[in-house]
């Protein structure tokens, strides 16, 4: 249900996605890990083509867009399809919480006030946050915030949520409420990439584990297969390391 094909995409000489392909399935919690500096970010960055990659399509639901094309209706579908999570929240700051996650319903969704407002509030429930609905950004912790941007990317009923280390600018005790929210979202049924460092969180959340090296996807399976047996001299390495 989403396709990701052919998806090459370099900096200046700096090849840093080769020839990408990668089949979703709805539903599909992908876990997608690797050496920094090897294109996760730059991955998701391009599906929603917050980067223009060289050469690529992005298939969701029945529409395939040519990610090196910069056509603004293509551009729209990605925004009214897709929902992002950064590392830093990104939050309007002088937007409130509640402001913030009825931002995109009323200018892409072009949603009435009313409804945006209660659609809103919905979202803002399920992460837990419906009580600081007034408040703003500088007056919530970073979980607060990263849980009302996962708020805003939500009430935007994604096809695909991407979420780019969603926890790793957080203080430690902060990450674990973040984690909570999006097994919760992943327990719905959204589709999702999800790029982080914490394996135990992707081992456990995900259905589907991609290792990332250079350019090219080295590993592809069960978390189980890629935490325990991975096949790439790369990937075991990286395990090692991390122990
Ligand atoms: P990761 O998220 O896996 O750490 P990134 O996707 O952020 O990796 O980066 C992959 C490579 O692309 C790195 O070498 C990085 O320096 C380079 N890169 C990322 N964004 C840019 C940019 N806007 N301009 C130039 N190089 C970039
Ligand atoms: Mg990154």
């Known amino acids: 249900m989403i396709k990701i094909d052919h998806l ?8 840093v996605l080769d020839d990408i ?26 599906v929603n083509r917050l980067e223009t990659p060289e050469r690529g399509t992005v298939t969701i639901g ?30 309007f700051e ?9 931002e995109g319903l009323i200018v892409v969704k072009k949603m009435s006030k009313a409804q ?6 919905e979202q803002l429930k399920l992460v837990g946050m ?5 408040h703003y950004p500088k007056h919530l912790s970073g979980g607060q915030q990263q849980r009302v941007a996962l708020a805003r990317a939500l ?11 969603p926890t790793s600018a957080l203080d430690p005790e902060l990450v674990g409420e973040v984690l909570d929210v999006i097994r919760k979202v992943a327990a719905q049924g959204y589709t999702m990439l999800l790029v982080s460092h914490e394996m135990n969180f992707i081992r456990h959340v995900s259905n589907r584990v991609i290792f990332l090296d250079k350019g090219h ?23 090692r390391k991390m122990n």
């Not at 590993?219 to 990286?238: A, Y």
């Open 62 to 91: 029945d529409k395939t867009i040519d990610l090196s094309e910069k056509k603004p209706k293509d551009l729209l579908y990605l925004r009214q399809n897709t929902g992002m999570v950064f590392q830093r929240f990104n939050l």
């Open 130 to 134: 419906a009580p600081w609905a007034n």
């Open 21 to 46: 392909s990668l089949d979703i399935k709805k539903g599909d919690v992908v876990g997608i890990i690797g050496p920094s500096g090897t294109g996760k970010s730059t991955l998701l960055r391009c």
């Open 155 to 165: 009430a935007m009923k994604p096809q695909i949520l991407l979420l780019d280390e």
């Open 8 to 15: 090459s995409k370099k900096f200046n000489d700096n090849v």
């Open 217 to 239: 996807v080295v590993e592809d399976g069960t978390p189980k297969e890629v935490f325990d047996h991975p096949t790439n001299l790369r990937t075991q390495e990286f395990f």
């Open 116 to 121: 945006a407002r209660e659609i809103a509030i």
């Open 94 to 102: 002088k937007k409130t919480a509640l402001e913030n996650v009825m």
